[in-house]
């Protein structure tokens, strides 16, 4: 598996939040599950299972869990965490995610889907020179569909990106 890291955040109800903290290593494939199903996505649609990495393990990786406020942050460890968040934004309702994560190809995806409903999904690929030009519009955009709340709650995970929209 290729590297990947970054953070995520979700706002969840209680229950969701202590079933994705329950392992120290990581995610369940059976909680990643009841996350999707909260959020209106049903895995047994065919255009939806196909969004999902197949891995040989149970575990989607992670290198600490945390909740503030309602707010769970995963420091994702490996891939297989941008095809879940990538579909969580795209399809997803009812639930608040948002992050970005860095893989070691040189791509940095950005996600958000807010209380309202809107969703954002876009990527820089900085290897093949793929938006690259537009780095500083996307993480404007990006950052634009966060609420405040959220990066209060969890300013660590903004500080950088903010620095370079400022």
């Known amino acids: 598996m290729s590297e990947a890291n970054g953070t995520i955040l ?3 109800s209680g229950h969701l939040i202590d079933l994705l903290c ?3 290593e990581g995610v369940s494939k059976e909680a990643l599950e009841t996350l ?3 959020a209106g996505i049903d895995l047994s649609q065919k255009s939806y299972s196909q969004q999902i990495p197949e891995t040989d393990h149970d575990l989607f990786l992670h290198e600490g869990v945390e909740s503030r406020n309602g ?3 995963i420091i994702i460890s490996g891939e297989d965490w941008m095809p879940v968040m990538q579909t969580l934004v795209k399809y997803g309702k009812e639930i608040e995610a948002y ?4 893989h070691e190809h040189g791509i940095t995806e950005f996600y958000a889907l807010n209380a309202e409903g809107e969703t954002y999904f876009e990527l820089i690929d900085f290897e093949a020179s793929f938006n690259t030009e537009r780095e500083e ?3 404007a955009d990006w950052l634009g569909l966060i609420p405040d709340e959220i ?5 660590e995970v ?9």
């Open 10 to 12: 979700l706002k969840l």
């Open 22 to 24: 329950e392992d120290d």
């Open 36 to 38: 999707f199903a909260e």
């Open 71 to 73: 707010v769970l942050a």
């Open 99 to 102: 992050g970005s994560i860095n």
């Open 137 to 139: 519009e996307i993480i």
């Open 151 to 155: 990066k209060i709650i969890y300013p």
């Open 158 to 166: 903004f500080e950088d990106n903010q620095e370079e929209d400022d």
